[in-house]
């Protein structure tokens, strides 16, 4: 019963609710202002740029490429196959290299190269160059998504961290509604202009904008907190000392660099292993909206005329991405707000299931596929809470955090590889044999996994947590008499009151730190 009980309590592994209401002071408000602005809302930006450069294939595909290179059966799926076998090959490289390097040098360096790839696939004469393009758009790309969840779980405590992680992964959605906006806008006032059609337009401004924003980036990264960025021009030196002293009052750590050790402990950790099935069953399950387009597409009036046009199968999936984006911030604050995760996956979970399910039968009227389709969009918001989580459950094991990202979202991209291609082959839509009872059965295998994950989180993980904070906050920390910022720390339990005979000492360490303003 115990165990029941907490398997429903809120707060998974979070600090004491005490610390939600600590009061910020001017000068963190200030720093946490600088940093929304220059590390969350640049990285989404970036990640508008990543999302418009990796979906423009599709509405390029329906808006002339086609044609165009005259590409046909399953093509448009062996472009998303190579691009996600380069994301996979170079992830967990990149994650890696991300540790052992500063960000604010390794991400602006791919993005600026996969610019100049964006930039190149509007010069390919036929398929098999954009399988290289692409490829190795995927190896460059690769490092922009879990490099910066990772940053963000390291910068944002806890009770921001869901709400900015979702901020951030909703961007995806905006980048989708301005490839297919910008993809309409392009063949209507560009196509054929100078002699280049709309579809290459695209690839050519893509290129232009990413090349640019990747360049801005060096300067905008902040690194980690105990390691800040020195070309960081809007970081201060009290900024610096406010995000030190964020670390120790929710007992966490920035990422070092990654060891074997490190590595090793991930591959084993069960959580790895049940995150990662749930990472990969909640993208999978509701891909089907990825060919929304294509369904729209084959619709045709009575007279044999087709539904939409070709500027609209571009601009009808903009309500869905709109409301994936929507999904994602309630889901994400609703996380930060209920101090709790695994509701908003189940909740998910239960909306994608009747989807799949009137999918499967696919016999129903023309209006409540479009319902099926437009609610898919809705149960792609799993990412934030699930990083949001994982941060929950191992505050003071950055590397591992950002190992088992790198797992997740590389063997995500391994099966995705071929998933599309089993589940979804081009030549069988808009009615796929096997395709929506895949996804059917991937909800119902997300479901259980959430329920074992939060299991062995409150009967293993959250006890362990709970247990390393009160033994951290049973330091007592005192300032030493007649100085301005330098504190010594004693063991609060043995020697409370700071003896001043060293034979008595449990453990001393010298921390320089600011002394808060008032303080004697």
Not at 23 to 52: A, H, N, P, T, W
Not at 113 to 136: E, S, V
Not at 484 to 510: F, L, M, P, Q, W
């Amino acid at each position: 019963m115990s165990v029941l009980r907490a398997f429903f309590r809120r707060g998974d592994g979070l600090p004491d609710v005490s610390k939600q209401d600590h009061k910020k002071s001017k000068d963190e408000r200030m720093f946490l202002l600088r940093l929304d602005i220059c590390l969350l809302f640049y990285g989404c930006i970036s990640q508008v740029i990543k999302y418009i450069d990796q979906s423009n294939i599709s509405n390029a595909y329906v808006s002339g490429m086609q044609e165009d290179l005259n590409l046909n059966s399953n093509q448009l799926n062996y472009f998303t196959t190579w691009f996600s076998v380069g994301y996979c090959i170079m992830l967990i490289p990149s994650q890696i290299l991300l540790l052992k390097f500063r960000p604010s040098l390794w991400l602006p360096f791919t993005e600026v190269a996969w610019g100049c790839i964006t930039f190149g696939i509007a010069a390919t004469k036929n398929y098999k160059q954009i399988y290289i393009l692409r490829t190795f758009l995927g190896l460059l790309e690769s490092s922009a998504y879990p490099g910066v969840v990772t940053l963000l779980m390291t910068w944002y405590t806890p009770f921001e961290a869901g709400k900015r992680i979702g901020f951030y992964h909703s961007c995806q959605a905006i980048g989708a509604m301005f490839s297919g906006a910008m993809q309409t806008a392009f063949n209507t006032h560009l196509n054929g202009r100078y002699g280049i059609a709309g579809w290459r337009w695209t690839f050519i401004i893509n290129g232009i904008m990413t090349i640019v924003v990747g360049v801005v980036g060096v300067f905008l990264y902040p690194d980690w907190p105990e390691r800040p960025n020195r070309w960081a021009f809007w970081m201060t030196k009290r900024d610096k000392e406010i995000a030190a002293e964020r670390l120790e009052r929710y007992h966490r750590a920035s990422p070092k660099p990654l060891s074997f050790p490190t590595a090793k402990r991930a591959v084993v950790n069960p959580v790895t292993w049940m995150v990662v099935c749930i990472y990969i069953g909640m993208l999978i399950a509701p891909s089907g909206s990825g060919y929304f387009n294509l369904w729209l597409k084959s619709l045709v009036n009575p007279d044999g005329t087709k539904v939409w046009s070709v500027n609209a199968l571009s601009a009808v999936p903009i309500g869905g991405y709109a409301l994936q984006m929507g999904a994602v911030w309630i889901f994400a604050t609703s996380s930060d707000i209920f101090r709790t995760r695994w509701p908003m996956l189940m909740t998910q979970c239960i909306i994608g299931i009747p989807t799949c399910i009137m999918l499967t039968i696919w016999d129903i009227p023309t209006g409540a596929k479009y319902w099926c389709y437009f609610s898919m969009y809705i149960c792609t918001a799993s990412g934030p809470c699930l990083w949001a989580w994982l941060s929950d459950m191992m505050p003071r094991d950055a590397e591992q955090r950002a190992m088992i990202v790198g797992i997740a979202i590389s063997l995500y991209y391994a099966v995705n590889a071929w998933a599309n291609v089993l589940i979804f082959p081009s030549s069988e839509a808009p009615h796929y044999k096997a395709g929506f009872k895949a996804c059917l059965g991937l909800w119902v295998f997300c479901i259980i996994v959430i329920i074992a994950l939060r299991l062995w989180d409150v009967m293993v993980i959250k006890p362990r947590v709970l247990a390393e904070n009160e033994a951290l906050d049973d330091e007592h920390i005192q300032y030493v008499p007649g100085t301005a910022d330098v504190v010594e720390v004693y063991d609060s339990k043995d020697n409370a009151e700071g003896s001043s005979e060293d034979g008595d000492k449990v453990h001393t360490r010298i921390t320089t730190v600011p002394v808060p303003s008032g303080a004697a």
